[in-house]
């Protein structure tokens, strides 16, 4: 079974969300979204200062199975990238909530409004529980 963080939201294309003290939001994908995609071999992330609208294709995650498309679960703008992930893309299955993050966004307005439409963690644990 995969592993679902609380503290975290998730967006339904399996995309999870933190945010940090300092108000910005980390995204990654989920465990069950690692696990699906098996072993990941090359990341493709929107450029620091990328300003993303919520649901628009963002980068893509190539797996040895496929290729599959991130997508932004919140509009904003890219203060960072995890760069780690150019030379060591396997941390996204290694550690999908920690060390596979993958960018950092800075929200234009209210944070508890732009994540207001996520899931909670328990809310996206019955959503794949049924996939």
């Known amino acids: 079974m995969s592993e679902v963080k609380e503290n975290y939201l998730y967006s339904e294309e399996h995309e999870w969300v933190k945010i940090t003290e300092e108000g910005t939001l980390l995204v990654g994908i989920s465990d069950f ?7 990941i071999v090359f990341v493709e992330l929107p450029e620091q200062g990328a300003a993303l609208e919520l649901g628009a294709s963002v ?4 797996s040895v199975k496929t290729v599959s498309d991130l997508y932004a679960p919140v509009s904003g703008t890219v203060i960072k990238v995890n760069e780690s992930l150019q030379d060591s893309p ?8 920690e060390e596979g993050w993958m960018f950092e966004i800075q929200i234009d307005g209210d944070v508890n409004d732009a994540v207001s439409k996520l899931l909670s963690a328990e809310a996206y644990s019955r959503l794949v529980e049924e996939a």
């Not at 980068?59 to 190539?62: L, P, Q, S, W």
């Not at 396997?90 to 909530?97: D, G």
């Open 90 to 97: 396997e941390l996204v299955n290694s550690s999908p909530y």
């Open 33 to 39: 979204a690692q696990h699906q995609l098996g072993d």
């Open 59 to 62: 980068g893509t995650i190539e």
